[in-house]
């Protein structure tokens, strides 16, 4: 069974980059066709998907936020991370990783976390 | 605003059946069968409950059950439980440039 597990800071200065890692368990993340994924939930909205990795290092990012977004994977350790440059209140949110792996839908999600842009 | 239009709020009883739209364009759910709907309680992550519009993951209940009709998605939620009150968020894919969107989520009420 797949797992996904987030970390990362709990609060950011405005201005400066938030870094998040996604550590994945139960499952290589080399593994052919996975999709890896960010996706974030400001308090009390919706859902927001921020960007994506292919297994093949292929990357996709939401045209609102591309400027600012950049997605990498680390096989070595089993990780994927996301660093979003130039933070402001408006992201402050719950940040999940997750990931498609047999469907064309995010079927595997981590519990989420929380980062709070506040001075 | 969020790039797939639902209802804020949907309520129904137990036992009873509502249904959740999800409308789009033909940019997003009118020209791809790649819906998927997510159930979220609170303080929890989302779960997936539909996939490619009309499929269901193994675990998932036969009372969720996914359509679309040109540029809007539903889902339906049928014999009504108390377990089934939460949010509930639709996705579709819209093409390489903008690729994954979601709704901006429905609260389900069971009176």
């Known amino acids: 069974q797949l797992q996904l597990q987030e970390s990362g800071p709990g609060l950011v200065k405005p201005s400066e980059t938030l870094s998040l890692t996604c550590t994945v368990s139960?499952?290589?993340?080399?593994?052919?066709?996975?999709?890896w994924g960010w996706i974030r939930q400001p308090p009390g909205k919706g859902l927001e998907w921020i960007g994506s990795?292919?297994?093949?290092?292929?990357?996709y990012y939401n045209p609102s936020l591309k400027s600012r977004v950049t997605i990498s994977v680390d096989t070595s350790k089993n990780q994927f991370s996301l660093k979003l440059s130039s933070v402001t209140a408006a992201d402050t949110a719950v940040y999940y990783c997750?990931?498609?792996?047999?469907?064309?839908?995010?079927?595997?999600w981590g519990q989420g976390t929380l980062v709070t842009v506040s001075s | 605003q969020s790039a797939l239009t639902q209802p804020a709020s949907v309520s129904g009883s137990p036992g009873q059946s509502i249904t959740i739209s999800c409308t789009g364009t033909?940019?997003?759910?009118?020209?791809?069968?790649?819906v998927s709907w997510y159930q979220q309680h609170p303080g929890k992550a989302p779960k997936l409950m539909i996939y490619e519009g009309s499929k269901r993951p193994s675990g998932v209940s036969n009372r969720f059950s996914g359509s679309k009709s040109g540029n809007t998605a539903s889902l339906t939620i049928s014999g009504l439980q108390a377990e089934d009150e939460a949010d509930y968020y639709c996705?579709?894919?819209?093409?390489?440039?903008?690729?994954?969107?979601f709704g901006g989520g429905t609260k389900l009420t069971v009176l």
């Open positions: 990795i292919y297994y093949s290092g292929s990357t």
């Open positions: 996705c579709s894919y819209a093409g390489s440039s903008t690729v994954w969107v």
């Open positions: 997750a990931t498609m792996t047999t469907v064309i839908a995010f079927d595997y």
């Open positions: 139960g499952g290589s993340i080399s593994s052919s066709s996975y999709y």
């Open positions: 033909s940019s997003d759910v009118g020209s791809y069968n790649l």
